[in-house]
């Protein structure tokens, strides 16, 4: 039997009229043909998307080195225009960053259902002797009936920071700090440089500090987006629980959901803990039928002073009313619990990386 979620590579035939290969997913049987079909269009519709999105992160990349051409062209023409500007341009650079990180979160969306296609689907077909991971689909339809971001805003921030702004938002200070020292006269007097950086009420202290903070947190937000994933999880974990809660509070007073996605997905994975005398015959049913590894102990009932199997498993939102048809069938007298999980690591359950 086919394990839950995966692709059988040697399609079976069953008898029929017209004796065509049948492929077997999810307990239902499906002409090859069409299925295969009907994951071709979907990849090419997640490709069109990905590729759409691909190009809108180019084009804010572009309004970005335009502004910022056109602003050394400005401040360096003459000696009398003001200092300033490099820092309006800044502004609208870290402007132009935060809507390319908002592009670059629906981009990351679409690549990684093209992903989930190209390496569990395709890969599949082409090594059919290589084992993929039982629950793709599973990630897939998920994605479908619940799209989520994948990566936060702020990673998104980071990820393109590092990728491309680092050298704008560089060159442009690089070119204030120069306008600086050359105009109106030529000094490398310290002191002199920070005290031409005073812009209306502030000073150049204060103009200077508030330029260093600006630049020292968007490198650490980069340096963070370097890390492995966990490590990232475990720094950064405090900050998104404080983040979650402000936002669920203001969503709680607003009474309305911010943009057509959340930026982080529900729990998608569950642990069961199924208490049953059947045991064997479920395990086997979910190994066979869930693509899913059980962990079986031994338990007593209190009660009665019967002998229990107590079956743990992971599984997948999705899942879940299957692994209850199952247990239904063969034990309703079984005691099902189902915990929400923070995060499941192991076989099945692999995090993905997004794409640059």
């Known amino acids: 039997m086919t394990p839950q979620g995966s692709v059988d590579s040697t399609p079976t035939t069953e008898p029929g009229p017209d004796s065509q290969s049948l492929w077997t997913f999810r307990g239902h049987t499906f002409d090859s043909s069409h299925l295969t079909n009907a994951l071709i269009h979907l990849y090419r519709g997640e490709m069109n998307r990905a590729n759409t999105w691909r190009n809108r992160l180019d084009t804010t990349t572009n309004w970005a080195v ?11 023409g003459d000696a009398e225009n003001p200092h300033f500007v490099f820092l309006l341009e800044l502004l609208l650079v870290l402007t132009f960053l935060y809507i390319e990180a908002r592009r670059y979160q629906y981009y990351v969306l679409w690549a990684y259902r093209v992903h989930l296609i190209e390496t569990d689907f395709f890969a599949a077909i082409l090594t059919p002797s290589s084992s993929r991971p039982p629950d793709w689909a599973d990630h897939l339809a998920q994605s479908l009936l619940c799209p989520t971001f994948p990566i936060t805003r ?91 809660r402000l936002r669920w509070n203001l969503h709680r007073h607003l009474h309305r ?62 899942q879940v009313p299957l692994l209850e048809k199952i247990i239904q069938e063969i034990d309703p007298h079984a005691f099902f619990i189902l915990n929400a999980t923070e995060d499941i690591r192991g076989w099945g359950f692999r995090p993905f990386e997004p794409p640059s």
């Open 257 to 318: 959901q911010r943009g057509p996605f959340q930026t982080r997905p529900h729990p998608q994975e569950r642990l069961a803990t199924i208490i049953t005398v059947n045991g064997q015959k479920i395990a086997l049913r979910i190994l066979t039928e869930l693509g899913r590894g059980v962990t079986a102990m031994q338990g007593t009932g209190m009660y009665t002073s019967e002998a229990k199997d107590v079956l743990l498993c992971a599984v997948t939102d999705i």
């Open 66 to 76: 335009v502004t910022v051409g056109a602003v050394l062209t400005f401040s360096f």
């Open 154 to 244: 702020w990673e998104a921030i980071g990820r393109r920071f590092q990728r491309n702004y680092v050298w704008l938002t560089g060159l442009l200070l690089i070119s204030w700090v120069a306008k600086l020292s050359f105009h109106p006269t030529l000094s490398t007097d310290w002191d002199i440089i920070v005290g031409r950086a005073a812009t209306g009420v502030l000073s150049g202290c204060w103009v200077v500090g508030i330029v260093a903070v600006v630049y020292g947190l968007l490198i650490i937000l980069a340096l963070i987006t370097t890390l492995p994933a966990a490590w990232r999880d475990t720094l950064i974990a405090p900050w998104k629980r404080l983040h979650r």
